[in-house]
């Protein structure tokens, strides 16, 4: 019996009682998540998002709802407010996508975005409220990776022509808060243990990387094995957003490559669709680190981010 089987299995059973204590505890958490984003609903959040993007266009940060301690990233750099994406963007491309997670407090875009000079740019943004104020912004623009990678430019026709999900699912496909955290959460350790097949997952289950092509030939988890002599950890791993309706979970990881493989370790913003408590698809923006880099999103200490 293998070591995956019965990992899983020892998981399964501890499943149980772990959504008895998460269940105890989530009311309290939700109130207080709740609470800390001033009880901004799924439509607060839209709109808190749309006048946040807006204000982006207009290259205008005091249109944008700033709270006094705002904190921004793009590709893990702090961005000053009006520098960095404040003057590169001017609207939306062919995909605007957007995500909310009441509980939490936070909103997401992913999509496609024009850029000032007129080029078309996959972008993932995730946006935290707090008392009305947008508090966070983490920005990722795709870049293109080298030096060992398998990815080129990233593709916008791609995100275009395989977009992430618009409109809710059906209730009776949908899985609960906890279950789609516990899902993405063994996604992750099967990509550290190069071993996917013990995840449950849609047999179409199909991957939209940079906008690459997707890839129903593997699957979503069945080409875990080759990241072996590759891919030495997922770190960093966050779950900041959690959209119950679309079933889709916002991931920020960092893939760390084992050194000699030429290849760069790689920070993505992960968007998990998660559907009848499987894994069903994924559509991922992704920025490569520099040669020598630290392994660091940009956001090691807004400690809240951890919980």
Same mark, same amino acid.
């Given at each position: 019996?293998?070591?995956?089987?019965?990992?899983?299995?020892?998981?399964? +059973?501890?499943?149980?009682?772990?959504?008895?204590?998460?269940? #105890?505890?989530?009311?309290?958490?939700?109130? &207080?998540? @709740?609470?800390?984003?001033?009880?901004?609903?799924?439509?607060?959040? +839209?709109?808190?998002?749309?006048?946040?993007?807006?204000?982006?266009? %207009?290259?205008?940060?005091?249109?944008?709802?700033?709270?006094?301690?705002?904190? *921004?990233?793009?590709?893990?750099?702090?961005? %000053?407010?009006? /520098?960095?994406?404040? $003057?590169?963007?001017?609207?939306?491309?062919?995909?605007?996508?957007?995500?909310?997670?009441?509980?939490?407090?936070?909103?997401?875009?992913?999509?496609?975005?024009? @850029?000032?000079?007129? $080029?078309?740019?996959?972008?993932?943004?995730?946006?935290?409220?707090?008392?009305?104020? !947008?508090?966070?912004?983490?920005?990722?623009?795709?870049?293109?990776?080298?030096?060992?990678?398998?990815?080129?430019?990233?593709?916008?026709?791609?995100?275009?022509?395989?977009?992430?999900?618009?409109?809710?699912?059906?209730? *009776?496909? +949908?899985?609960?808060?906890?279950?789609?955290?516990?899902?993405?959460?063994?996604?992750?350790?099967? !990509?550290?243990?190069? &071993?996917?097949?013990?995840?449950?997952?849609?047999? $179409?289950?199909?991957?939209? /990387?940079?906008?690459?092509?997707?890839?129903? %030939?593997?699957?979503?988890?069945?080409?875990?094995?080759?990241?072996?002599?590759?891919?030495?950890?997922?770190?960093?791993?966050?779950?900041?957003?959690?959209?119950? @309706?679309?079933?889709?979970?916002?991931?920020?990881?960092?893939? !760390?490559?084992?050194?000699?493989?030429?290849?760069?370790?790689? #920070?993505?913003?992960? &968007?998990?669709? !998660?559907?009848?408590?499987?894994?069903?698809?994924?559509?991922?923006?992704?920025?490569?680190?520099?040669?020598?880099?630290?392994?660091?999103?940009?956001?090691?200490?807004?400690?809240?981010?951890?919980?």
């Amino acid at each position: 019996m293998s070591r995956h089987f019965i990992s899983r299995a020892t998981s399964l +059973r501890a499943l149980g009682a772990a959504a008895l204590a998460a269940a #105890l505890l989530f009311t309290s958490t939700a109130a &207080y998540a @709740q609470q800390d984003s001033g009880g901004c609903d799924r439509a607060c959040l +839209r709109q808190m998002l749309d006048t946040y993007m807006a204000a982006v266009f %207009k290259h205008d940060p005091s249109a944008a709802r700033l709270s006094d301690d705002h904190y *921004a990233t793009e590709n893990t750099a702090v961005v %000053k407010n009006g /520098e960095g994406f404040w $003057k590169e963007f001017s609207g939306y491309g062919a995909v605007n996508r957007g995500f909310f997670d009441p509980v939490n407090g936070s909103a997401a875009f992913l999509g496609v975005l024009k @850029q000032v000079h007129g $080029k078309d740019r996959i972008v993932s943004v995730r946006l935290k409220v707090a008392g009305g104020k !947008v508090s966070e912004a983490e920005w990722i623009v795709a870049l293109q990776g080298t030096g060992g990678s398998s990815h080129g430019e990233p593709n916008p026709q791609g995100l275009v022509d395989y977009p992430p999900p618009a409109d809710p699912l059906p209730p *009776a496909e +949908r899985s609960s808060r906890f279950m789609m955290k516990s899902l993405v959460s063994d996604f992750y350790q099967a !990509v550290a243990d190069h &071993y996917g097949e013990w995840v449950p997952s849609d047999p $179409k289950c199909y991957r939209v /990387e940079n906008g690459g092509p997707p890839t129903p %030939k593997y699957g979503c988890l069945g080409h875990f094995e080759a990241f072996d002599k590759r891919v030495y950890d997922a770190a960093l791993r966050r779950f900041p957003l959690v959209d119950e @309706q679309t079933g889709v979970v916002l991931c920020s990881i960092i893939f !760390v490559h084992y050194p000699g493989t030429g290849a760069r370790d790689t #920070l993505v913003h992960e &968007y998990i669709q !998660v559907r009848r408590n499987r894994i069903h698809a994924w559509w991922t923006a992704m920025y490569f680190l520099p040669p020598g880099s630290p392994v660091t999103n940009g956001w090691e200490k807004r400690s809240w981010i951890w919980r």
